[in-house]
């Protein structure tokens, strides 16, 4: 009865497929690695506003500022104007 | 009044405040800022939040000269400075403590967590306690000579008030934070205006100028409300 093989769980390869069930595992850990490397290489980037330095809409928040403060100061010079007036009625 | 009409009517320090601010906020928001984590670019309220304390003591070391003035020549003249000087030295603090507080919620807050959550951790740090002592010191003062109705022994007593309330200052917003464990920057030998850590020399060439130039805005403020005072007695006298 030649139709039955004399060992039917005889795997030659088997000490093939160990060695690479291994190195697989061993690729994955070492892809793992890298991709924590990367994460790292992010992380000591710190965030900025590059992008609106580069768009210049940080400008934008300059002129806006500078509009308040010189609204104030001109206010301040219109009191103190005033005041002098006063103090030469006086 | 004649050495008051010296400086209170020039133009030349309210000028230099005006173009200070404006460096202040063109280089503060333009220049170079070195890349922390955390801060990020907050790291800009340097040149706001620190520089209404830098003022508010300024101002009140304006303000205890002028107390000290008043003891020694009962001029009352020397009474109203040293009570203006020290009202907006108090609004300084105020937006010193209102820009911590937003600054805090950004930068010290548990980040998965809405603000609130973590303001009692933030309430009880002893720099926000101390600042807070020093603020409601001066309030008292100003309580302290409005329920006073006679004109010299309301000076009196305020100029004496002022110096020891200008005794707790620094000992309260400086001294007790720096000997405990603090989140603020400038505690447990860590200077918060340290070359190597903190601030690099680009930030210094606009923190410096910031804090003159808001201190002469500050004054700016203290002198028209003395010059607008002076003019009330005198119609008050008249």
Known sequence: MDRYIKNPFHFTERKKDAIMNSAKKITTLLATFFLSLITFAQD???????????????????????????GLILYMVRLDKKISRLEKEN | MTDAKNYMHKSWWKIASIVLLGYTVVAGFLGEVPRLPLLQETIRNLYFHVCMWFAM?????????????????????????????????????????????????????????????????????PKLIGAAIALLVYFAYLILR?????????????????????????????ILPRILPSLHPGNEDNPALDVKNDISGSMRIVFYPAVIGWTLLGVWIATLKIRFTLLKEKKMLS
Not at chain 1, 54 to 68: C, D, K, S, W
Not at chain 2, 61 to 78: G, H
Not at chain 2, 146 to 173: C, E, G, H, M, T
């Open chain 1, 44 to 70: 000591k980037k710190t965030e900025m506003a590059d992008m609106m330095k580069e768009n210049g809409r940080i400008y934008v928040v300059v002129a806006v500022v500078l509009t308040i403060l010189i």
């Open chain 2, 57 to 125: 003591m300024i101002l009140f070391t304006v303000s205890v000269v002028n107390a000290v003035r008043y003891l020694r020549t009962f001029n009352l003249k020397y009474d109203i400075y040293a009570r203006h000087f020290a009202v907006v030295a108090i609004v300084f603090g105020l937006l010193g403590y209102s820009t911590g507080a937003i600054w805090a919620s950004y930068t010290w807050a548990d980040p998965n967590k809405p603000a609130y959550n973590s303001f009692s951790t933030i309430a009880r740090d």
């Open chain 2, 146 to 174: 409005d329920s006073i109705q006679d004109i010299d022994k309301k000076a009196r007593i305020s100029a004496v008030y002022n110096i020891f309330a200008y005794a707790i200052l620094f000992p309260s917003i400086w």
